[in-house]
């Protein structure tokens, strides 16, 4: 019988570093500074180098990233921030957790990114409700950069802050600048199945704007001044643990290779797909992290599809299968123009197979063979 597939091989990626990450923790439990410990501000060089942003504020998770931006931004009742509605909840949640208001905007077909038009009737949509649009927030959704170039005109002629919501995106460029540099400020997470990730919660603010950095610095640790109990702001306990710092700082030694490697995996897969499914191409000028690697379902039953993948020992996973706009938390909340169908259509149709550093070709094979058979079984079915 043939070996399990992981959906995220991170044994995989224990095997190439176990005993350097076994060491980089030890250290931690031996000189005991586990909280804003050494090794945070070591990582937050590190990121700084590898991506080129000037200021990099560790946090606790990506959510607390979004979050402590919206905080040092003030951003408040009456607002609006035009985000998509193809997204994970966290990106829409910590505008309502500050009471403002999150207009939800459509994305592309064919990069599931932010969608111009949609975001210019998101922009009317706001002040049609007497909001104050005050920021948009774009999500470079399965490690894809969102098309930057013009939604940072838009951005500049609206007089909107960007904060672009990297979570899945780390690592990656958009022509020619690296995710981290774009925008205002960029955020992202390091939960353990991203691209970069660590051994629990972490996440970072990436910016250039040293008055935006010195007041995220404050709000990680409760608001504080130029001491401990002196608190000259609301704040939170935002802080990264220093355990996960170390951890992610022997990742991050590796991570340009395993992007390297991410990119082999995606290829062949659209090499040995794309003419028997809808496959995710990258524009030119960008490049992605793959963080998911993600066909469409279109004209097929994706349940059933899953289904015979399973039975061929294939994991799959659906990311995600309600845009914001229909789950409960959230359908209250306006929709940009006409609403969301582009949205609305690719939950129905997404499907993500196995994607990590580590999957060899033979592996693949089995996934793209399991692939086409469950295709062409659908196809005859249907033709009969």
Known sequence: MSEPIAFIDLAAQRN?????????????????????????KALEADLSAFCGAKHVISCANG??????VLMAKGVKQGDAVLCPSF??????????????????????????????????????????????PVGVIPVDLFGL???YDPIEAFCKREGLWLMCDAAQSFG?????????????????????????????????????????????RSIRVHGQGTEKYDNVRIGMNG???????????????IFASEIEARNRVAKYYNDNLRHVAVVPEIPEGYTSVWAQYTLRMAG????????????????????YPKPLNQQTAYKGYPVAGNGVPVSERLAAEVVSLPMHPYLTTEVQDRIIAAVKDALVKQRKVAAE
């Open 16 to 40: 190439r570093i176990g005993s350097a990450m076994d060491e980089a923790i030890l250290r931690v439990v031996n000189h005991g500074g586990y909280i804003m410990g050494p090794e945070v």
């Open 63 to 68: 959510t607390d990233a979004l979050l402590m």
């Open 87 to 132: 997204t994970f909840a966290a990106t829409a949640e910590v505008v309502a957790q500050v009471n403002a208001t999150p207009i939800f905007v459509d994305v592309q077909e064919d990069t599931f990114n932010l969608d111009m038009v949609s975001l210019e009737a998101g922009l009317k949509t706001a002040k049609k409700l007497g909001l104050n």
């Open 145 to 147: 950069p969102a098309d």
């Open 172 to 216: 990656a460029s958009y022509k020619g600048r690296n995710v981290g540099v774009i925008g205002d400020c960029t955020t992202t997470s390091f939960f353990p199945a991203k691209p970069l990730g660590c051994y629990g919660d972490g996440g970072a603010i990436f910016t250039n704007d040293d008055e935006l950095a010195t007041i995220l």
């Open 239 to 253: 802080r990264l643990d220093t355990m996960q710092a170390a951890v992610l700082i022997e990742k991050l030694k």
């Open 300 to 319: 097929f039953n994706r349940e059933q599809f899953q289904a015979d993948l399973k039975a061929a020992g294939v994991p799959t996973a659906v990311y």
